[in-house]
């Protein structure tokens, strides 16, 4: 067992891109589990946009020089309860440190299921692959054969989105990414129609091309001029599902998409935006209906896993530049060889 701990501190506040300068690895001795919790080990981590957003001086946002939260799965090493045993896996959201003292009411346990690897319950099964589900089943209630936009499509909820898109029995699929490795993988390995690269050209004019004849939902995870050009294409009764504003949170104040107001009222276009959070009765929907997908190989995993709890900042600075394809996750050492 490591005798040490490391904590990552916000220790200064970005205006625009964050650097590593912003971050600190703070060095403890193993937190000592209170009577009634217990010390758990961290295996996997999740680095999310909205981390971005909590940088700011924002409510409920980081504290500077204070650990940071975040999605997390780890081992139980020590126990003074127990509810919680020596060897169990939980889910907590102690994030961006290597070991945390858990309650009972602090962890979630994961369901196993046969076949499905850990990294799932952060990816697939977890708030991105939820994010996904909530976002066609209830925001769009997608009916089979309607023809979708997704935008940052190569992302975490962007290939989620288009995997159980076309397992729901979607249409045309179309989506937008950042390089032309993306838009290859996209078409290529997720079963994307027709993908552009939004640095080619005004959104309006390559959406247009890669879908001439309209939408009738998009799953908007970016904002700005992608939004106003889906508005665009957009067919009578289309939905457009706000899931982020990812264009925005490294230049906060930037003026939001301008787009026609008339087109919402004339094509009776719906625009409704959610929170995963607000959903978590859902999780088990999820599981029924991604699982069996998962076992059976009709759903593969879309995810970029780096190892080594010290490249966590990177893991979340690269994301942020879209060096991930798939979800982003980090991964200790010692499960990375564990599991090889
Ligand atoms: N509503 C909710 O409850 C909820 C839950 C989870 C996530 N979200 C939102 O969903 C979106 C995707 O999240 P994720 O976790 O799946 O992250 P992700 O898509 O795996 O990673 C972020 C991606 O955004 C793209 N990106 C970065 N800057 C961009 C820009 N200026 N314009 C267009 N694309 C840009 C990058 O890909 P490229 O290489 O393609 O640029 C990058 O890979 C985010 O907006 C996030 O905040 C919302």
Same mark, same amino acid.
């Given at each position: 067992m490591n005798k040490t701990a490391l904590t990552v501190h916000q220790i200064a506040r970005p205006h625009g891109f964050p650097t590593a300068d912003h971050f600190a690895f703070i060095e403890s001795t193993l937190p000592e589990p209170a009577a009634g919790s217990a010390l758990v080990e961290n295996l996997y981590w999740s680095v999310d946009p909205y981390h971005r957003e909590m940088m700011d001086d924002v409510p409920g946002g980081f504290a500077l020089d204070a650990p940071l939260e975040g999605r997390t799965i780890g081992r139980v090493i020590a126990s003074r309860t127990p509810r919680l045993a020596e060897g169990e896996l939980v889910f907590h959201r102690q994030g961006w440190r290597t070991h945390a003292a858990v309650t009972p009411e602090e962890i979630r346990r994961l369901p196993r299921f046969e076949g499905v690897p850990l990294t799932a319950y952060l990816s697939t099964l977890g708030g991105t692959g939820l994010t996904a589900y909530v976002g066609l089943t209830r925001i769009a209630r997608l009916q089979e054969g309607e023809d979708l936009f997704v935008s940052a499509a190569a992302g975490g909820v962007g290939t989620a989105t288009g995997r159980f898109a076309r397992l729901l029995g979607a249409g045309r699929l179309v989506g937008s990414a950042g390089s032309a490795a993306k838009v290859g993988h996209l078409t290529r390995e997720v079963g994307y129609d027709a993908v552009f690269n939004y640095h080619d050209g005004p959104a309006a004019d390559l959406l247009a091309k890669a879908a001439p004849d309209g939408i009738d939902v998009f799953v908007d995870n970016v904002g700005g001029e992608q939004l106003a050009a889906a508005v665009g294409v957009l067919r009578e009764f289309g939905r457009i %599902?706000? %899931?982020?504003?990812i264009s925005q949170y490294n230049t906060p104040g930037t003026a939001s998409a301008i787009f026609n107001y008339a087109d919402i009222v004339e094509k009776s276009i719906r625009m409704e935006g959610f929170l995963v959070s607000n959903y978590r009765d859902m999780q088990e929907e999820l599981y029924e209906f991604a699982v069996p997908h998962l076992q059976s190989g009709r759903l593969p995993l879309d995810e970029t896993v780096l190892d080594g709890f010290e490249h966590i900042v990177d893991a979340f600075l690269g994301m942020l530049r879209g060096e991930n394809t798939g979800k982003i996750i980090v991964r200790d050492r010692t499960e990375a060889s564990s599991v090889r």
């Open positions: %599902v706000r %899931v982020g504003t």
